[in-house]
């Protein structure tokens, strides 16, 4: 039978135990035991399927892959501790000395890391590409390029490039398709769909969706994700038991939190939209956004995040956030909280300012996330700060 998205984020759930339980029980287990010697034995060459040590697999980790590859359309994946070992991992396991990755230039401060900083030091090498030319991309692929990686919408810009584009680039030069759906979720965009190989999320976001605990997922196809298990089984990056087993949970209620943040988010940018204190505005619903048209092709909704450029620069974005007086000021997104970040200064902050002003990142840049309190009172807030931050 086939099911909706709330359904199966909802029934999809770990085998029941003898004891039959409702609600999946937590398995805080280190390891597991076998029947007998032989079966030890079958476990271990991969002749038989089952749990031998948590950092291969659990009960719980294993439920929240089971959702999330269902969600997402895909066959296969692994869960791991944070959301950066999710976008290690689904390079890392996949490329090795002498590789090439052709990349979006709009990433995630600690993806540019990754790529800036650590992966050369193996002799992986990359190329950045603007997603508002895309006619460059394919002149920037190279005999030993093996992977294109982007995030669509980007953190924080809110970029969107064109995936059933980009598929179709991966395709005809055989590349590996790795695309970051933090921003979006599977409730409001699925990149496989469109030809992505692997799909990496930080479940720390809008999939625990209250701030509480750190995940990240890495899904695929079975091919794919055998070398991702292979690389994380030996490398050690799983997710706790009790980590898997809060984000399994919290994905039961995935679809109504997303409509709540979308609706708050898309009011919030426009009101502020042509705000006499504000530069701009930039949400993907907003049909001022650039690449509008896209967002309504390939989201549901334009998600729960927006930014907007306060005039007078950094000096008055710090007064802006230093007069806020509920809205939370932290790195974190995606919380039941609405929170305001400061990309130059934080999350971004190791980004030359050359780099961050080509990926849209103004030194007065704020970006929102949109929480669940009344929409009236998040405005309300950002008024008031405005206001004194004159």
């Known amino acids: 039978m086939s099911q909706h998205f709330e359904t199966q984020a909802i029934r999809t759930q770990a085998a029941q135990s003898g004891n039959r339980e409702h609600a999946v ?9 076998f029947e007998n010697a032989e079966q030890a034995k079958a476990l271990f060459n991969d002749e038989e399927e ?12 294993s439920e929240l892959i089971d959702k999330m590859t269902r969600l ?37 401060g600690s993806t540019h ?5 650590i992966f050369p030091k193996w002799g ?14 394919e002149s920037l692929i190279k005999p030993e ?56 999320h930080s479940a720390t976001k809008f999939i625990d969706g209250q701030g509480r605990v750190l995940g990240g997922l890495i899904l695929g196809s079975k091919e794919l ?19 898997a087993w809060v984000l399994s949970r919290s994905l039961e209620t995935l679809a109504v939190r997303m409509d709540r943040h979308c609706e708050s988010a898309f009011k919030i940018a426009e009101y502020l939209e042509g705000h006499t204190e504000l530069e701009s505005v930039k949400y993907p619903f907003l049909k ?67 780099e961050r002003h080509r990926v849209g990142i103004a030194d007065g840049l704020i970006r929102l996330s949109v929480g669940l309190e009344n929409v009236n009172d998040i405005i309300e807030d950002i008024e008031q700060a405005l206001k004194a931050s004159k």
């Open 25 to 33: 029980p937590l398995y805080l287990t280190s390891s597991f035991t």
């Open 50 to 61: 089952g749990n031998i040590y948590s950092r291969f697999s659990n009960p719980n980790s």
């Open 72 to 108: 997402e359309g895909l066959e296969d994946g692994f869960a791991t501790a944070t959301g950066m070992a999710a976008m290690f991992g689904s390079m890392a396991a996949l490329l090795q000395q002498g590789d090439h990755i052709l990349a979006a230039r709009s990433l995630f």
């Open 113 to 117: 890391q990754l790529l800036t900083q």
């Open 124 to 137: 992986i090498s990359h190329t950045y590409a603007d997603i508002s030319r895309t006619h460059e991309w």
């Open 145 to 200: 390029t093996k992977m294109i990686f982007v995030e669509t919408p980007s953190n924080p810009g809110l970029e969107i490039i064109d995936l059933e584009w980009l598929g179709k680039l991966a395709e005809a030069h055989n590349l590996i398709l790795v695309v970051d759906n933090c921003f979006a979720t599977p409730y409001l965009q699925q990149p496989a769909k469109w030809g992505a190989h692997i799909v990496s």
């Open 225 to 243: 994700i055998k070398d991702v298990r292979f690389f994380s089984r030996h490398t050690g990056p799983a997710i706790s038991p009790f980590n």
């Open 288 to 354: 001022s956004h650039p690449q509008f048209d896209l967002a309504q092709k390939q989201m549901l909704k334009g998600g729960g995040i927006l930014t907007f450029i306060v005039k007078g620069g950094g000096e008055r974005c710090s007064k802006f956030v230093n007069n806020l007086s509920m809205l939370s000021v932290t790195s974190n997104l995606g919380d039941t909280r609405s929170i305001v970040t400061h990309p130059a200064t934080t999350t971004h902050s190791k980004l030359s300012e050359e």
